[in-house]
Protein backbone atom coordinates (compact mmCIF):
# COMPACT_ATOMS: atom_id res chain seq x y z
CA UNK A 1 0.00 0.00 0.00
CA UNK A 2 1.69 3.39 -0.80
CA UNK A 3 0.14 6.48 1.18
CA UNK A 4 -1.72 9.38 -0.55
CA UNK A 5 0.60 12.61 -0.86
CA UNK A 6 -0.65 16.22 -0.47
CA UNK A 7 1.54 17.53 -3.52
CA UNK A 8 0.27 21.41 -3.44
CA UNK A 9 1.13 21.00 0.77
CA UNK A 10 -1.81 23.49 1.49
CA UNK A 11 -2.72 20.84 4.15
CA UNK A 12 1.06 19.52 4.96
CA UNK A 13 3.33 20.52 7.42
CA UNK A 14 7.25 19.13 7.08
CA UNK A 15 10.13 19.03 9.01
CA UNK A 16 13.31 17.33 8.13
CA UNK A 17 16.76 16.84 10.27
CA UNK A 18 20.29 14.52 9.73
CA UNK A 19 20.32 12.67 12.51
CA UNK A 20 23.92 11.44 13.22
CA UNK A 21 23.03 7.57 13.64
CA UNK A 22 22.52 4.75 11.19
CA UNK A 23 18.54 4.65 10.28
CA UNK A 24 18.22 1.24 12.26
CA UNK A 25 18.55 3.35 15.20
CA UNK A 26 16.48 5.80 14.15
CA UNK A 27 13.29 3.29 13.42
CA UNK A 28 14.03 1.65 16.34
CA UNK A 29 13.56 4.36 18.41
CA UNK A 30 10.09 4.79 16.52
CA UNK A 31 9.10 1.17 16.83
CA UNK A 32 10.16 0.40 20.26
CA UNK A 33 7.60 1.52 23.36
CA UNK A 34 10.03 2.38 25.83
CA UNK A 35 12.02 3.67 23.84
CA UNK A 36 9.39 6.51 22.55
CA UNK A 37 8.69 7.35 25.94
CA UNK A 38 12.04 8.68 26.28
CA UNK A 39 11.93 11.49 23.08
CA UNK A 40 8.15 11.59 21.45
CA UNK A 41 7.21 14.48 23.87
CA UNK A 42 8.68 18.24 24.02
CA UNK A 43 10.13 18.70 27.38
CA UNK A 44 8.86 18.99 30.10
CA UNK A 45 6.10 17.38 28.77
CA UNK A 46 6.42 13.55 28.89
CA UNK A 47 4.96 10.07 27.72
CA UNK A 48 3.23 8.30 30.22
CA UNK A 49 1.92 5.24 28.18
CA UNK A 50 3.15 3.80 24.53
CA UNK A 51 1.29 0.15 23.04
CA UNK A 52 3.01 0.08 19.33
CA UNK A 53 1.85 -2.48 17.40
CA UNK A 54 3.86 -1.21 14.04
CA UNK A 55 2.52 -3.56 11.24
CA UNK A 56 -0.02 -2.23 8.59
CA UNK A 57 -3.23 -2.21 10.62
CA UNK A 58 -1.73 -2.42 13.80
CA UNK A 59 -2.62 -0.23 16.35
CA UNK A 60 -0.45 3.05 17.92
CA UNK A 61 -1.62 4.28 21.28
CA UNK A 62 0.52 6.30 23.76
CA UNK A 63 -0.46 9.33 26.23
CA UNK A 64 0.98 12.52 26.68
CA UNK A 65 1.16 14.65 30.51
CA UNK A 66 1.56 18.06 30.22
CA UNK A 67 3.79 20.09 32.87
CA UNK A 68 0.37 20.33 34.29
CA UNK A 69 -0.53 17.10 34.93
CA UNK A 70 -3.29 16.96 32.46
CA UNK A 71 -3.35 13.84 29.64
CA UNK A 72 -4.13 14.11 26.26
CA UNK A 73 -4.32 10.40 24.73
CA UNK A 74 -3.48 9.59 21.37
CA UNK A 75 -4.46 6.75 19.00
CA UNK A 76 -4.26 5.67 15.20
CA UNK A 77 -3.70 2.82 12.87
CA UNK A 78 -0.48 1.96 10.77
CA UNK A 79 -1.36 2.57 7.59
CA UNK A 80 2.35 1.40 6.49
CA UNK A 81 5.38 0.25 7.64
CA UNK A 82 8.53 -0.44 6.07
CA UNK A 83 11.18 -1.42 8.38
CA UNK A 84 14.32 1.13 8.83
CA UNK A 85 12.66 3.13 5.76
CA UNK A 86 9.14 4.30 6.76
CA UNK A 87 5.97 4.40 8.35
CA UNK A 88 2.51 5.83 7.78
CA UNK A 89 -0.03 6.29 10.88
CA UNK A 90 -3.26 8.53 10.85
CA UNK A 91 -5.37 9.37 13.94
CA UNK A 92 -8.63 8.75 11.19
CA UNK A 93 -9.41 4.92 12.80
CA UNK A 94 -8.59 3.93 15.96
CA UNK A 95 -7.81 0.10 17.31
CA UNK A 96 -9.65 -2.53 14.86
CA UNK A 97 -10.10 0.00 12.31
CA UNK A 98 -12.84 2.00 14.28
CA UNK A 99 -13.45 5.72 12.97
CA UNK A 100 -12.21 8.07 15.23
CA UNK A 101 -14.37 10.79 16.14
CA UNK A 102 -12.50 13.78 15.12
CA UNK A 103 -9.54 13.18 12.28
CA UNK A 104 -6.95 15.31 12.02
CA UNK A 105 -3.80 13.74 10.29
CA UNK A 106 -1.91 11.53 8.94
CA UNK A 107 1.85 11.04 9.48
CA UNK A 108 4.48 9.75 7.21
CA UNK A 109 7.94 9.37 8.65
CA UNK A 110 10.83 8.50 6.08
CA UNK A 111 14.43 7.74 7.30
CA UNK A 112 17.32 7.76 4.45
CA UNK A 113 20.43 6.93 5.08
CA UNK A 114 23.27 9.40 3.95
CA UNK A 115 26.72 8.09 4.37
CA UNK A 116 25.99 6.68 7.70
CA UNK A 117 23.52 9.20 8.65
CA UNK A 118 19.73 9.02 8.81
CA UNK A 119 17.68 12.31 7.11
CA UNK A 120 14.75 12.15 8.65
CA UNK A 121 11.92 13.79 7.55
CA UNK A 122 8.18 13.95 9.35
CA UNK A 123 5.31 15.21 6.79
CA UNK A 124 2.26 15.95 8.73
CA UNK A 125 -0.50 15.86 6.37
CA UNK A 126 -4.11 17.39 7.57
CA UNK A 127 -7.82 16.28 7.04
CA UNK A 128 -8.23 20.63 6.55
CA UNK A 129 -6.70 23.86 5.80
CA UNK A 130 -7.84 24.57 9.09
CA UNK A 131 -6.20 21.74 11.19
CA UNK A 132 -2.70 22.52 9.30
CA UNK A 133 -2.76 26.37 10.57
CA UNK A 134 -4.11 24.75 14.15
CA UNK A 135 -1.21 22.37 14.42
CA UNK A 136 1.50 25.46 12.97
CA UNK A 137 0.08 27.55 15.95
CA UNK A 138 0.28 25.10 18.69
CA UNK A 139 3.87 24.92 17.81
CA UNK A 140 4.70 21.93 14.57
CA UNK A 141 7.93 22.94 13.98
CA UNK A 142 9.35 24.15 18.00
CA UNK A 143 7.73 21.05 19.15
CA UNK A 144 8.43 18.53 16.79
CA UNK A 145 11.69 19.90 16.20
CA UNK A 146 12.48 20.12 19.48
CA UNK A 147 11.49 16.29 19.56
CA UNK A 148 13.66 15.27 16.68
CA UNK A 149 16.39 16.76 18.85
CA UNK A 150 15.74 14.98 21.51
CA UNK A 151 15.54 11.84 19.35
CA UNK A 152 19.02 12.56 17.58
CA UNK A 153 20.41 12.53 21.38
CA UNK A 154 18.36 9.56 22.40
CA UNK A 155 20.09 7.37 19.48
CA UNK A 156 23.42 8.89 19.64
CA UNK A 157 23.18 6.71 23.33
CA UNK A 158 21.91 3.07 21.67
Known amino acids: MTAATDTGGERELVLTRLIDAPREKVYRAFTEAELLKQ ?3 PLPWT ?3 AELDVRAGGTNRFVMRSPEGELYPNQGIYLEVVPNEKIVVTDAFTEAWKPSEKPFMTAVMTFENEGGKTRYTARALHW ?3 DRDAH ?3 GFHEGWGQCADQLATLVAKL
Do not use: G, Q
Open 47 to 49: ITE
Open 39 to 41: WFA
Open 128 to 130: SVE
Open 136 to 138: EKM
